[in-house]
């Protein structure tokens, strides 16, 4: 068997399980157990094999190993609008769905001493939301939060499948690379207002192509580089750059998303350092910074200068964001390993924006990690990691205040998180 038809029962029951993960914007906190418990510090660590997501030469010293684990992961997303002339555009609403398994896996392989082979696959999402329709009323009978009918929402996936190549170039420092090989799918529901319904403005320029069409998918590849540097017997460096996945355009949804339906991943770097004054203590601090500006359909401003779907047309108004993590372990003994962190990341959403993220409110900010590592036997082991996120909140002026005499007061999105995993290595 081929490992392309390995590949695609595993990628289909992640794309299945895996569609809500928020926490950097959209992309996860960490990937890998042992990440997620150290607030997601990876960049100068090589645990497990995922270093296809986080830093490739790290994979050159993990050893030959098999990662594979779940994350259950609870996401409470609500929106409300507040201070509009007329009462029936005012209320809340809360994303039905809340729970999520998130799987994840891993796998390396030494050919010798310094040249590893692995594969990583992961995923990014948690642009997802299900609004029930409410009690809103926007003059033509009854509608949800954005003045559709039905349930609102969208549903963002992206898989990533990344063979990783790690060599050490010395005895103290390696390069990796990965090819990040994506498949993403997409499906919006509930947004009629934006697609030239009477009564409203005529928003997109491809009138069919906005709402209720499905799901549609799309595919594309980048390309992940990373070094790692052992300065001495207690430093260690690391960083790796993400280039911009272009991807094929959505065409089911080419009256939506800026560029005829154009979706792409962010680019994105990072850098960390590791100091272990100890065999028993590691300390780790990594900084990255995500580029979601590349992505016009996710950085260009919600208000509509341009029709919906036009080369530059609205976004969601994301800004590029900074992200700070920063993680401790400690090995109590030779089988137990404890964990804590910490994951400060900006805001991408400004107030001026919140309309359209109601259907993508990624607007966190702070998480706080903990996990573990029990050593069940010299070649197994089983890792769980834990996280709380509070919740943050950012209150705008509706988007339809431009059409409704200013009289559509004010939006508030929000969300809180929690997360729990549990994962099992065997090394070989």
């Given at each position: 068997m081929n490992l392309s038809k390995k590949l695609?029962?595993?990628?289909?029951?992640?794309?299945?399980?895996?569609?809500?993960?928020?926490?950097n914007g959209y992309f996860p906190a960490g990937y890998g157990m042992k990440s997620q418990g150290m607030g997601g510090a990876s960049m100068a660590l090589a645990q497990d094999s995922y270093g296809g997501a986080n830093n490739p030469a790290s994979m050159v010293w993990a050893g030959s190993r098999l990662d594979l684990g779940g994350t259950w992961f609870k996401p409470v997303r609500d929106a409300e609008r507040s201070g509009a002339m007329m009462p029936s555009l005012n209320g809340k609403v809360?994303?039905?769905?809340?729970?999520?398994?998130?799987?994840?896996?891993?796998?390396?392989?030494?050919?010798?001493?310094?040249?590893?082979?692995?594969?990583?696959?992961?995923?990014?999402?948690?642009?997802?939301?299900?609004?029930?329709?409410?009690?809103?009323?926007?003059?033509?009978g009854p509608a949800n939060i954005l003045c559709g009918s039905g349930t609102l929402g969208v549903n963002v996936i992206q898989l990533m499948?990344?063979?990783?190549?790690?060599?050490?170039?010395?005895?103290?420092?390696?390069?990796?690379?990965?090819?990040?090989?994506?498949?993403?799918?997409?499906?919006?529901q509930g947004l009629q207002s934006?697609?030239?319904?009477?009564?409203f403005p005529p928003f997109t320029g491809a009138p069919g192509s906005v709402t209720n069409r499905g799901n549609d998918s799309a595919t594309g590849a980048g390309m992940r580089l990373g070094y790692m540097g052992r300065l001495n017997d207690a430093v260690t460096l690391g960083a790796s750059y993400s280039s911009e996945i272009?991807?094929?355009?959505?065409?089911?949804?080419?009256?939506?998303?800026a560029g005829g339906g154009s979706f792409d991943v962010p680019g994105n770097y990072a850098v960390g350092l590791a100091y272990t004054p100890s065999a028993n203590w590691t300390?780790?601090?990594?900084?990255?910074?995500?580029?979601?500006?590349?992505?016009?359909?996710?950085?260009?401003?919600?208000?509509?200068?341009?029709?919906?779907?036009?080369?530059?047309?609205p976004g969601f108004g994301w800004k590029d964001i900074n992200v700070l993590k920063?993680?401790?372990?400690?090995?109590?003994?030779?089988?137990?390993?404890?964990?804590?962190?910490?994951?400060?990341?900006?805001?991408?959403?400004?107030?001026?924006?919140?309309?359209?993220?109601?259907?993508?409110?990624?607007?966190?900010?702070?998480?706080?990690?903990?996990?573990?590592?029990?050593?069940?036997?010299?070649?197994?082991?089983?890792?769980?990691?834990?996280m709380v996120a509070p919740r943050v909140s950012v209150t705008g002026p509706s988007l339809f205040n431009g059409f409704m005499g200013g009289a559509a007061g004010n939006e508030t999105i929000g969300m809180r998180q929690s997360s729990f995993g549990l994962a099992y290595a065997r090394k070989f």
């Open positions: 695609i029962p595993l990628s289909c029951a992640l794309l299945a399980l895996g569609s809500a993960h928020a926490t809360t994303s039905d769905r809340e729970d999520f398994l998130v799987p994840e896996f891993g796998y390396n392989q030494m050919l010798n001493s310094d040249l590893s082979l692995g594969l990583s696959v992961y995923g990014n999402g948690g642009m997802n939301t299900t609004y029930p329709q409410g009690n809103f009323n926007c003059g033509g499948v990344a063979p990783t190549v790690a060599y050490k170039v010395s005895p103290q420092h390696s390069i990796g690379a990965s090819v990040l090989l994506a498949y993403q799918q997409f499906k919006a934006f697609d030239n319904a009477p009564g272009h991807m094929a355009n959505f065409e089911k949804y080419k009256g939506l998303f300390l780790a601090l990594d900084y990255g910074r995500i580029l979601y500006h590349g992505v016009t359909s996710v950085g260009n401003q919600s208000l509509p200068v341009a029709p919906l779907g036009s080369p530059n047309g920063l993680g401790v372990s400690w090995a109590m003994n030779p089988q137990l390993t404890l964990r804590a962190g910490y994951n400060k990341g900006d805001n991408p959403i400004t107030p001026a924006n919140v309309t359209f993220n109601i259907l993508a409110p990624g607007v966190m900010t702070q998480h706080y990690t903990a996990g573990f590592t029990y050593a069940m036997a010299k070649d197994s082991e089983v890792t769980g990691a834990f």
